[in-house]
Nanobody, 123 residues
Framework: QVQLVESGGGLVQAGGSLRLSCAASGRTIASYVMKWFRQAPGKERQFLAA????????YYGDSVKGRFTISRDNAKNTAYLQMSSLKPEDTAVYYCAADGLPIVGPGDRYDYRGQGTQVAVSS
């Protein structure tokens, strides 16, 4: 079992930045592809980014490519999502997830997911 806890969400003005953290416990995340998703009210969950087990391979959804950066620190058992140039349409609950399949790409498959952290971007 892997427990994931997101933090770092909050209210930010458009154009601002936030860094989300995803702290894991129970097992090391080094064996997992880590992903970030978000879900806005009334909308489907949206894939944002994925990072391979060693951190050398990343993949981004089109809506965040060039603005968000996914990273990980396996020694700290933590994944991150650096978000910049935030827009009001980025407002959502952001989730991190751990996927045991060693495939870095889009899609909503995961084995474990956190409870999420709210991000609100004001215009």
């Amino acid at each position: 079992q892997v427990q994931l806890v997101e933090s770092g969400g909050g209210l930010v003005q458009a154009g601002g930045s936030l860094r989300l953290s995803c702290a894991a416990s129970g097992r090391t995340i080094a064996s997992y592809v880590m992903k970030w998703f978000r879900q806005a009210p009334g909308k489907e969950r949206q894939f944002l980014a994925a990072i391979g087990r060693t951190g050398t391979i990343t993949y981004y959804g089109d809506s965040v490519k060039g603005r968000f950066t996914i990273s990980r620190d396996n020694a700290k058992n933590t994944a991150y999502l650096q978000m910049s140039s935030l827009k009001p349409e980025d407002t959502a609950v952001y989730y991190c997830a751990a996927d045991g399949l060693p495939i870095v790409g889009p899609g909503d498959r995961y084995d474990y997911r956190g409870q999420g952290t709210q991000v609100a971007v004001s215009s």
